[in-house]
């Protein structure tokens, strides 16, 4: 499992060059540009720009992504999410916003809109937190291949309800107080 | 450099043309079969010269409550008043109001701000603005032409 950290004082993006393939667990501060491929999770900060060449299979939480290549996995965005002409999708996503140009494909369950954002912190939250999990919930089947590691891909819910009813016991403190 | 002193009129105004000529009429796709075909602005309706199945091209606005299913290749608009439930099928969809249902749109479709769209969507193109919502299944451009017309 590969765990890395990079900070980007200088505003200056991590690059992801397309000879590179990642295999785990990916944490960055700022904004990534990725033109290779990732096995397993990716969490960026800020922008994440996913190439033409760009392959993620995993989940991807990231503030805004600007997708050009092709993912298979969810996708949690505190902000836009945009699919460019070459983009080509496959899983759940939760974003703020959503726009797709002519010829991007995408399929899978969507939601946008302020219950994403919630989903997405919580989500956010929980992949922080690393030990949250909850029996009742169930992975989502296919979503990991049998080459990646398992224990590098955390489950995850199906639908931002069951992340929206969980969000009490995943922030600690709870100061928003609990719903449902 | 001043456009237009010392040149003729047509040259200036030859200038003034975009470079890339206005369409001339409206680009369709047949929904039942894929044919890319063209017909007039001010078609109301006309029919696939290659399936030859009848399609209309009226705008709708739908405004208060609406429980029924649209089919038309223009735009269909939900207003800001609009609740609407049923089976859309259309060229480009806007939403500023409530729609529930099974959406197809051979063209774009975009959700303002404080609009709320949930059901089954396919769409070629798609925007969300923030401020407005969407919830349930999507599919962009995959399956347009292979999709079953609605009823």
Redesign the interface.
């Given at each position: 499992m590969a765990q890395q950290q990079q900070e980007q004082p200088d505003g200056q993006p991590t690059v992801i060059g397309g000879n590179c393939r990642l295999i785990g667990e990916l944490f960055l501060e700022g904004s990534a540009i990725v033109h290779g491929q990732i096995e397993g999770q990716i969490e960026v900060t800020d922008t994440l720009e996913i190439g033409e060449g760009g392959f993620v299979n995993g989940t991807i939480r990231a503030g805004a992504l600007a997708l050009h290549g092709r993912v298979e996995g969810e996708i949690y965005c505190t902000d836009?999410l945009h699919?460019g002409a070459t983009a080509n999708l496959t899983g759940d996503?939760f974003a703020?916003?959503?726009?797709?140009?002519?010829?991007?494909?995408?399929?899978?369950?969507?939601?946008?809109?302020?219950?994403a954002v919630a989903a997405a912190q919580a989500s956010r939250g929980q992949s922080r937190g690393a030990t949250v999990q909850d029996a009742d919930d169930e992975p989502i089947a296919g979503r990991v291949d049998q080459n990646t590691e398992a224990t590098s891909v955390s489950t995850s819910p199906t639908a931002?309800k069951t992340l929206l009813r969980r969000r009490p016991s995943i922030l600690s403190g709870g100061s928003r107080g609990a719903t449902g | 450099m001043i456009s237009g002193f010392g040149r003729s009129r047509r040259e200036a105004e030859e200038d003034r043309q975009p470079a890339v000529p206005r369409a001339a009429g409206r680009p369709v796709i047949c929904p039942s079969c894929g044919a890319p075909f063209e017909v007039s602005l001010k078609a109301i309706n006309a029919r696939c010269p290659k399936c030859t199945k009848p399609m209309r091209f009226e705008d709708a606005d739908l405004n208060g409550f609406c429980t029924q299913n649209v089919t038309t290749m223009g735009t269909v608009r939900v207003g800001r008043k609009g609740v609407v439930r049923g089976r859309i099928e259309c060229g480009n969809l806007v939403v500023t109001g409530q729609l529930d249902g099974s959406i197809r749109t051979n063209g774009?479709c975009v959700?303002q701000a404080g609009g709320?769209l949930r059901g089954e969507m396919a769409?070629?193109?798609?925007?969300?603005?923030?401020g407005?919502?969407?919830?349930?299944?999507?599919?962009?451009?995959?399956s347009i032409k292979s999709a079953k017309p609605a009823a």
């Open positions: 836009a699919l996503v703020a916003s959503f726009s797709a140009e002519e010829g991007a494909t995408c399929r899978g369950q969507v939601v946008i809109g302020h219950q931002a | 774009c959700v709320t769409a070629r193109s798609m925007v969300v603005e923030r407005g919502s969407f919830e349930g299944t999507l599919e962009i451009g995959c």
